[in-house]
């Protein structure tokens, strides 16, 4: 496997090509961003936490029949993943309120939500993320109704392992974001999976393990993301 050109740049991950035209490798970064990149800073060793709780939880998922573009794990930095065309629509599952959802609708932090709730939101920075219903995703020719199901279907029960999974080591699933890819017609969970993308909350303290740490300034990043890392790899 050689590395090849820088494909793509995002805030937290570069994408390289590989000699292989079906797969790519993500690099995970250092940089953390909140609030449609308004804050902004560097966390030594956030990429290599990431990188690997992402890892993680994608083998995971792959053992459990989740289909997703994760291949392994090459480095502390770096994961060999399937190349996929982005669905450009993120689908966030939430089991209790917390976040935009307290802002937007007023519901009571804390609520919680059985079954949980499934949203999708527009990936477009320029629109800051809108939130949208499934017409407009028909409307905007982003997804096909099949696909959609597909994305509602696997989200849901990406929801139930992590949760349980997590549960088992004394942390909160309260919600989180995951993206979409299609590859030759399939659809493959993509993107990362981290506490940059799940609130998780510990179970007994309530404290953050995530990234509200950054956007609040609720303590250290590394500390929350390393007590993540450290429950899940007792179980590895
Ligand atoms: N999330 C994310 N990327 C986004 C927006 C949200 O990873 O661009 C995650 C976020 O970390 C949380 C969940 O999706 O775990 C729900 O986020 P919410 O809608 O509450 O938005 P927030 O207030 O966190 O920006």
């Known amino acids: 496997m050689e590395k090849r ?14 000699d292989e035209p079906d797969k790519v490798i993500a690099h995970y970064k250092d940089a953390a961003t909140a609030f449609d990149a308004v804050k902004k800073a560097t966390i030594k060793g ?10 993680f939880f994608f083998q995971m998922l792959n053992e459990r029949g989740i289909p997703t573009h994760f291949i392994k794990k090459l480095s502390d930095r770096e994961m060999l993943i399937y190349r996929v065309e982005i669905i450009p629509v993120e689908v966030v599952v939430r089991n209790i309120a917390a976040g935009s959802i307290v802002k937007r609708l007023g519901i009571p932090k804390n609520t919680k939500f059985e079954p949980p709730l499934v949203e999708f939101y527009l990936k477009n920075d320029e629109l800051h993320d809108p939130i949208i219903c499934e017409q407009h995703i028909y409307a905007m020719n982003l997804a096909k109704p099949e696909e959609v199901a597909q994305m509602k279907e696997l989200a849901l029960k990406v929801n139930e392992i992590l949760k349980e999974f997590m549960e088992k080591q004394g942390v909160i699933l309260v919600d989180f974001k995951l993206e979409f890819g299609r ?10 999976i981290s506490p940059d993308t799940c609130r998780f909350w510990d179970a007994k303290t309530g404290e953050s393990l995530d990234k509200d740490r950054f956007r ?9 993301y390393k007590k993540i890392l450290e429950k899940i790899e007792k179980n590895q």
């Open 46 to 55: 956030k990429g290599v936490l990431n990188n690997t709780i992402a890892s």
């Open 183 to 192: 590859k030759d017609g399939k659809i493959l969970l993509a993107d990362e």
């Open 216 to 224: 609040f300034d609720l303590g250290d990043l590394i500390e929350g």
């Open 5 to 18: 050109e820088k494909l793509y740049e995002g805030k937290a991950k570069i994408i390289y090509a590989t």
